[in-house]
Every structure is written in structure tokens, then in C-alpha cells.
């Protein structure tokens, strides 16, 4: 898959997934349309979906309307917690796909793991057994602890290609960051930036902004790249969808990363949910 803006990097599984991706969450109806075909417009290729999203559908019509072939598009969508049980996963996987109009998607995660229900494991192998039928080309996780981890590779044989977590300066996750490179998972990150502006506005932040003549989300989103982790930022700003993906013709130093590393708190995630409590609202 070319494209010539964005990098790309090579998954576990030998496919190759965008460096930057579109997130689309409370991206909806007509306008998000607008939005999201504009970002097809800016260059990017990777578009991040999600069942709980409730936009599979405008997704897969602002692809169509792109008239760019389906093969350019790199696409996620994410299975939710109701769906877990193995048939349900199966029909899930299925609807999916025809509310995108799609015929495979490119990677298809498990939103949350929802250890207390316990059935995270027949979700990852319908995933499995749909990748051997064609629907799904890369499978993988998000929010994914490494006990689960562990247990989906030990039960199923299989390990993920990819675990979308919560990283962004305020939580780092340095540790699940190395977990998943230990196993060979390519990390991303969901609220790359934060919610709200606060982390935009880190004197270190903005230092660096002034120093490389770039913005404060570019600095972050570059931080997240350097460790290796794809940044999946969202915005309906056109201006912003533009510059968030001109991020590789610069390089922060070691130091400058470890800087915005120590911007971490303990209570850092934006909205307190821990994987192995967080019950997924259906």
C-alpha cells in the first residue's frame, strides 16, 4: 500500500500498517463525512473505526466516495464488549463489514478486555477463524493488560499484531509500551494528545514547538512516534488534520523524549479507566 506521506511499519504478521492513523471517534453523520473525507484529501490512508463508535457506516462511505481503490485504505474497526461470546464475535465481524461496505478489514481489535466477564479469549479466536476466511487481515487488541496478552497468545497460539492503549504525556504507559515490544505488538495510541489542551500547554511542550517551528501536537505526536508507537489523533480541524501527519521531518533528542516522559502522572488517564475494572457501557 503506497503513500507516500505517511511511513509505514511492518506488524508481526508481515503487513504493514500507517504511522500516523485517523481516529473517527464522535466523528458522525454528514459532517463527520466531510471531515473524514477531507483527511482522505490530507493523505491519510489508515481510518480508525469502531463498532461503539456508531460510524462504521459513514466510514465506509466517505471511502467510497473518495473514489480511490479499497487497497489504498488501511482500515481498523473494534469489536465491543457485548459481542465477546464466540458467535456473537462471528456475526459481529460479519456486520461490520456491511455497514462499511467493505469486503476484509485491514485490522480488527478487541475494544476492551473485560477480564470479569472472561470471555476475551472465543473473541480472539472468531477473530482468528475470520482471518482464515478472509474478512479480517491483521487482528489485535486494545487496552489489552499483559496478563491477557499472554494468556490470548498461550490459549490461542496466536499473538496480536497490534494493542491500542491509552498514551499521551500525562500517562505515558512506558510500561505496557515495553510489554508489547517484548512480544513483537506494535503499540498505539488512543488520545494521543490528551483530552483537552492541557498537555499543548507544557512549558517543556512549547519549548520544543519554538525550538523545531512546529506546534505543540506535533511535538507530541513525533514524541509518541520516536518510541515507536502510532499515534491515532482525532480532529475535525482541517488545518489540524494536515499538520498532525507532518511529523517525520524532524527528530527530538533522547533527552527532549525523556523530558516529555516525565510529564506522566499516577492518576493520568483521562477518564480513570483501568482494563482490568472498566466495565465497556454497552
Do not use: C
Not at 483527511?39 to 490512508?45: H, L, S, V
Not at 487496552?143 to 497490534?162: K, M, Q, S, W, Y
Amino acid at each position: 500500500m503506497a503513500n507516500d506521506s505517511i511511513p509505514e511499519m511492518t506488524m508481526n504478521d508481515g503487513y504493514t500498517i500507517p504511522e500516523v492513523q485517523f481516529g473517527t471517534y464522535q466523528i458522525r453523520g454528514g459532517a463527520g463525512l466531510q471531515q473524514v473525507m477531507e483527511a482522505i484529501k490530507q493523505g491519510y490512508r489508515g481510518l480508525d473505526t469502531a463498532t461503539n463508535y456508531d460510524n462504521e457506516g459513514m466510514v465506509g462511505e466517505a471511502i467510497r466516495r473518495s473514489g480511490m481503490p479499497r487497497a489504498h485504505f488501511f482500515v481498523t474497526s473494534k469489536l465491543p464488549g457485548k459481542y465477546h461470546q464466540y458467535d456473537e464475535a462471528t456475526m459481529a465481524i460479519q456486520e461490520t463489514l456491511y455497514r462499511l461496505g467493505l469486503d476484509y478489514l485491514d485490522l480488527y481489535l478487541i475494544h476492551w478486555p473485560l477480564p470479569k466477564r472472561n470471555h476475551y479469549v472465543e473473541a480472539f479466536q472468531a477473530m482468528i477463524d475470520a482471518q482464515k476466511r478472509g474478512l479480517i487481515r491483521s487482528i489485535g487488541v486494545s487496552n489489552f493488560e499483559p496478563e491477557h496478552l499472554d494468556r490470548l497468545i498461550n490459549e490461542t497460539g496466536v499473538t496480536p499484531a497490534v494493542n491500542q492503549i491509552e498514551v499521551h504525556p500525562y500517562w505515558n504507559n512506558e510500561r505496557m509500551v515495553n510489554e508489547d515490544q517484548k512480544r513483537g505488538i506494535v503499540t498505539e495510541a488512543w488520545s494521543p494528545l490528551g483530552r483537552g489542551s492541557a498537555a499543548l500547554k507544557e512549558p517543556v511542550i512549547q519549548d520544543l514547538a519554538k525550538k523545531y517551528d512546529k506546534n505543540a501536537a506535533q511535538i507530541i505526536l513525533r514524541w509518541h512516534s520516536q518510541r515507536g508507537v502510532i499515534p491515532v489523533p482525532r480532529s475535525s480541524n482541517l488545518v489540524h488534520q494536515k499538520s498532525n501527519k507532518a511529523i517525520f521531518d524532524f527528530k527530538l533528542t533522547d533527552q527532549e523524549i525523556q523530558a516529555i516522559n516525565q510529564l506522566s502522572k499516577p492518576d493520568g488517564r483521562v477518564d480513570g479507566q483501568d482494563p482490568n475494572e472498566y466495565e465497556e457501557f454497552e
